[in-house]
């Protein structure tokens, strides 16, 4: 089938759905025609701006937002709400909860980052960089075990590609310094942006 085809095959589901008292609201419709046009290969046809809720932020906190979910894929979303459930600070992206709120954040969908691909930009370490590194890079950790993970503050200090793997030498602010070998690629989950 070509997209045209498709595209007017799911029009008459809408048609049908308006007719046995089910419709569907416009956002879902432009979510249906973004996912056949992604199975297609076809990028013409995608959701429309003022449908992606990562619109909505301001610069600093879209940089924030995407920041956080990086680091935290895949449960960014799982965190934010156990934040909210426990009554806990969010860190960097309390302003989610604060200003936009449990709507916003059901609207946010995997499909909405597309917009925003370029993002891995924003998680790149730089030197200078004030970072948290969990003791699990040292220590061997276990969430019911006599070590469990903490977190220790530090700056970044030098980065280097080596062999398609990042590599960075951080210093703890008592001196001492540690090489982390493959910061994105085996440790991106013993090392954060600060939570404060």
Not at 38 to 59: C, E, F, R, W, Y
């Amino acid at each position: 089938m070509t997209t045209d085809e498709i595209q007017a095959a799911l029009q008459a589901a809408f048609n049908s759905c308006d007719v046995a008292s089910c419709p569907l609201t416009e956002m879902q419709k432009q979510i249906l025609l973004q996912v056949i046009n992604q199975i297609q290969g076809n990028s013409t046809s995608k959701v429309s701006d003022a449908a992606n809720p990562l619109d909505d932020l301001a610069p600093e906190e879209l940089e924030a937002f995407l920041r956080f979910v990086k680091v935290v894929e895949p449960n960014w979303k799982v965190q934010l709400l156990n934040d909210w459930l426990l009554e806990q600070d969010s860190g960097q992206v309390q302003f989610i909860r604060q200003r936009y709120g449990l709507q916003w954040l059901n609207r946010v969908e995997s499909y909405h980052f597309d917009k925003y691909c370029n993002f891995e930009e924003f998680v790149k370490i730089r030197v200078g960089d004030r970072i948290e590194v969990s003791n699990g890079l040292w220590e061997w950790v276990q969430d019911d075990g006599p070590c469990q993970k903490e977190w220790v503050p530090c700056m970044v200090i030098k980065v280097e590609e080596i062999d398609h793997c990042t590599n960075c030498l951080i210093r703890f602010y008592n001196g001492a310094e540690y090489e982390i070998q493959a910061i994105y690629e085996w440790n991106r989950y013993n090392w954060r942006w600060p939570q404060t």
